[in-house]
């Protein structure tokens, strides 16, 4: 038995043996006369699977939707419409109203039929409905396309490819023809990390910026500064020797965070893992560079707290480390090549996410990386020779 029925007073009873063929609401004007609202929602049925429990409904004729009768079914002591036979419908079957379902929420329409005759209230509902339903079916194989939402579906447990395809339609019609499934959810889960770890690790190097101004800002407090500068060594002998320690912690933070990617969530290195390192120490000089810039400009602590935090959040926001770059409007990809965030984490792109990474690519990359360094490293040396220590 699918499910149980009946007319409102309960003089009439029957039972649906089967699940119905097919599902709809229909917009007519007869059906919207015969139940005195917008539309009717019909279960199709064989008749020899519909048995009364209760009752007989009484019947008479009218003219369909169609302009071909029909014999409408109801209760004689309440009036409830139970079902409908049309002539012009093939087959031996009932119309059964939904609405006379012990749980009318059992079935949804397939279909929505005479839709010209609706009711104007009911426009916008049914684009509601209809925008709703195809969104339902179509966002879940776009947003495969994307390698953290498809992994994200695989660790729920969705697959709209395994999900019941719509009658008539054959189950690879609604594959995805971008990009072949996994067989592996694991594989799968392992492609975010793809994306999340180099993100974060190009990040991370940035936030290195605080601790190389405040180590400038402890040690001109100290007046060890000004001890340096009065020593027989010159300005940028110094200046090396406060950026080597940020830049070899920097290199490890990036190997380690690679390291933990692959041991703890299975990341791939890529076919050409070497890379990695080059990319990761042009990144740390990137990141060495701004720091010293910053630390030779702030002045206090709480400078430091507020500008440079909102240097490194601000930049890696608009480069891309949150998020797929790919996700960026294309206005925001172009701005953010202004950025040393940016190179890294294309060249990180190509290294992980691409089978045959373009190695002419990386080394642009990591080659604009030098450059920033160069750049800002120039900077902060113009600045740090105009500072006084006294």
Known sequence: MFCEGGCA????????????????????????RLTGGAF???????KNRVALLAGEPAACQLKGGSGQPQDVYFCATCGTHVWND?????????????????DPALLEPDVHIYTRQTQSAMHGIIEQLVAASTMGVLLPHVARRNPIVAAYLDSMGTDPRESDAPSGVPAMAVTDATEPASDDSSRSQSRVYQIIVPGYTVMFAFFLINIMAR????????GTLLRLRIAPIHRWQVLIGKMVPVLIISIVQGVLLFGFGKLLFGMSWGPQPWLLL???????????????????CVRSDAQVSAYANLLVITLAAVSG??????????TMRQ??????HAWSLIAYDQLLNTKEPDVGRVLLSSGVLVLFFLGLTGLGFLRFRKLSFA
Do not use: K
């Open 9 to 32: 007073c309960g003089a009439v009873r029957y039972t649906l043996q089967t699940r119905p063929i097919f599902v709809h609401a229909c917009h007519c004007l007869n059906c919207q």
């Open 40 to 46: 009717a929602v019909n279960a199709i049925i064989e």
């Open 86 to 102: 049309y002539h012009i419908f093939p087959g031996n079957t009932w119309f059964v109203r939904v609405g006379t379902f012990d």
């Open 215 to 222: 180590s400038f800002l402890a040690e001109q407090q100290a």
């Open 278 to 296: 080059l990319v990761i120490s042009c990144t740390s000089l990137a990141a060495t560079g701004l720091g010293l810039v910053t630390a030779v």
């Open 321 to 330: 480390c949150f998020m797929p770059r790919a996700w960026l409007p294309e």
């Open 335 to 340: 701005i953010s090549l202004a950025t040393p």
